[in-house]
């Protein structure tokens, strides 16, 4: 993304405030931060349902423009990019969420559109039992799905176990924090942070000097719940961020899995009665989230691709396939989401067409989610 265009983003979310859908429906109406600058003036007359407080707030862009200077200083000196909805490694899968963040700030290798991503949450009191369901349930993801990227929040129990042992079995994972990439909360999970940025990342909508305050934590739950494809609840008291992270997951449409525990105990007692008021999965491990998702076939493509996936010079395709192929054919490079749209065909059935093409040869996955069909 330009500097300028950068830096006019960076600011347009300082003005924006906590006016997440607001903000974003005013950037996508203008197609770009620089475009909102140049009609700071006149905001009202393209997008009319703007508040007059939003619409004057958007008038003054002097200190946002400095601060998001600073903050450009900050990123270049640490490797930190920025990401705008609109940048094709935004993660797409969160911006179908209509709070998603303007901007993201990355610092990582692992790529935020993997094929297949799961959010792994609950309580900061992990239990023995807890922390055995975590080990199983990722050392068995990583043999069913080996190109897996496992989310959480970094913060103690559940979070920081899940991290652990996705590096543990090689599998990237992405903590998604509540304050800048200037910090790291809490301090003791810094040698683990670190280890995370060759081997999955930290992610984060707060610029620099931004103290992990506690209504940031909240904030942080939709893009843990956003950024995958389901939610895996562990362990939970009956109240806890991780009920609220499933809540904002299934307002995102997306699929929410729960672990039972005892009955009575403390930290299964949220898990327990998610399951029984439907919502969430019961599952037992890692075999019944991939069956659920309709991933079994993962491992296989996962083997060709290391063996080395051969063309096929004349592949036979069935007429879902064709059908894929030709809105390919005629615009090259098209996110899922948008393959489905144009395709008419519901997303899910998509993905799995997608699967067989690159099995066979016809499609390859680019970063950003983007499927290119090979010519």
């Given amino acids: 993304m330009p500097y300028n265009e950068t830096l006019h983003a960076i600011a347009l979310t300082r003005l924006g405030g906590f006016n997440f859908r607001d903000v974003l429906a005013i950037y996508r109406a203008f197609g770009s931060a620089e ?37 450009m200083a900050f990123m270049e000196k640490h490797g ?44 900061r009191h992990c239990t023995a039992y807890g922390q055995d369901l975590i080990r199983k349930l990722v050392t068995r993801l990583k043999e069913l799905c080996p190109e897996a990227l496992v989310v959480s929040g970094l913060a103690y129990g559940v979070d920081i176990n899940a991290h652990r042992c996705a590096l543990d079995c ?22 683990t942070a670190k280890e995370m940025l060759t081997k999955g990342g930290l992610l984060t909508e707060f610029m620099s000097e ?14 843990v719940a956003g950024v995958a494809d389901a939610t895996i609840l562990v362990e939970s008291a009956q109240k806890g961020g991780g009920l609220i992270t499933t809540s904002i997951a299934r307002s995102y449409n997306r699929d929410v899995f729960a672990f039972p525990g005892p009955v009575g105990a403390n930290w299964s007692e949220g898990c327990n009665c998610l ?16 069956k659920a998702m309709g991933w079994e076939d993962d491992a296989i493509l996962s083997t060709a691709k290391a063996a080395g996936i051969e063309r096929q010079l004349f592949p036979e395709l069935d007429s879902d396939e064709q059908r894929v192929v030709e809105v390919l054919k005629g615009c090259n490079d098209l996110q899922t989401n948008i393959i489905s749209v144009k395709a008419n065909m519901p997303i899910n059935k998509v993905s799995a067409v997608l699967f067989k093409l690159e099995m066979k040869g016809v499609v390859k996955p680019y970063a950003g989610g983007v499927i290119h069909l090979i010519s």
């Avoid at 599998?171 to 301090?187: K, R």
């Avoid at 931004?210 to 893009?223: G, H, P, Q, S, Y």
């Fill in 35 to 71: 475009a909102v600058y140049e009609h700071r003036n006149d905001i009202a007359d393209t997008v009319p349902e703007c508040t007059p407080r939003l619409a004057k707030a958007l008038k003054d862009w002097d200190e946002p423009l400095k601060r998001a200077e600073k903050e």
């Fill in 80 to 123: 930190i990019r920025a990401l705008a909805a609109a940048d094709n490694d935004y993660p797409q899968r969160l911006k179908e969420c209509v709070d998603a963040p303007l901007m993201l700030y990355y610092k990582g290798s692992a790529n935020l559109n993997a094929r297949r991503i799961v959010s792994v949450i609950g309580t």
């Fill in 170 to 191: 090689g599998l990237d994972t992405i903590g998604v924090l509540a304050h800048g990439l200037d910090t790291v909360y809490p301090a003791g999970h810094r040698n």
């Fill in 210 to 223: 931004t103290n992990a305050d506690k209504v940031n934590f909240v904030r942080r739950n939709r893009i």
């Fill in 275 to 290: 399951i029984r008021d439907n919502g969430a999965q019961l599952i037992t491990c890692a075999d019944d989230v991939v």
